[in-house]
């Protein structure tokens, strides 16, 4: 039984899920610096040309080829475009499950791109690599995160308190860290639908 994923790319009607390339730089960099992707996740802040290079060309490389997980750039099937990404993480190959991580460009919000490209992550994890269950983790404020998880069928399942840490601006553009709960949700072979919600 394999204990890491094959590096592929997975089409939907819109998008395109792939590795990333050298040319996704530029964009991931601005994706990252976005407000709403520093006050949610951990990456670096500010986010730089040398952050975006390192993990276009070995983070998350090695992701997928140590079997932590795989990262998928969700590019628009048309131009090309990053829209995103979707991050399959903590994989457990013994259990079959993983977590899935996510971030949206700012100017792809609100058109249903996050839901597609995490509904076909999880297809594609269910029906080709034999995967049980999907766990989602999002931020009690994170009213977006929250709704896409909802949207490709996941169930909320309680909370972890205190267990992560969201940063928020300051009146003198610094950013403090503060604690917060996640939500835990979780996604079978079974809630999924064919067809993606958006």
């Known amino acids: 039984m394999s204990s890491s994923f094959p590096e592929i790319a997975i089409t939907t009607e819109r998008l395109v899920l792939r590795a990333f390339q050298d040319d996704d730089v530029p964009a991931l960099v601005e ?3 976005d407000e709403l ?3 949610w996740t ?4 500010p986010y730089t040309e040398e952050h975006a290079r390192d993990w276009v060309h070995r983070g ?4 997928r080829t140590e079997g932590r997980g795989i990262v998928f750039a969700v590019t628009e099937f048309l131009t090309q475009r990053l ?11 013994r259990c079959r499950t ?3 991580a996510y971030v949206v460009a700012p100017w792809a919000r609100g058109e249903g791109y996050g839901s597609e490209a995490v509904h076909a992550a999880a297809q594609w994890l269910f029906d080709d690599q034999g995967f049980e269950r999907l766990e989602i ?4 404020g994170n009213t977006a995160s929250q709704q896409l998880a909802q949207k490709v069928g996941c169930t909320s399942e309680g909370v972890l308190r205190n267990a992560w840490i969201v940063r928020q601006p300051e009146p003198d553009g610094s950013w403090s860290e503060v604690r917060t709960d996640l939500i835990v949700w979780s996604l079978l072979p079974e809630d999924i639908e064919s067809d993606p919600v958006r």
């Open 37 to 39: 992707v520093t006050a």
């Open 60 to 63: 998350s490389v090695l992701e």
């Open 98 to 100: 993983a977590e899935a």
């Open 137 to 140: 983790r999002t931020a009690a």
């Open 83 to 93: 829209v995103g990404t979707v991050h399959l993480c903590n994989t457990d190959w």
């Open 42 to 45: 951990s990456v670096p802040h």
């Open 31 to 33: 994706m990252m610096n």
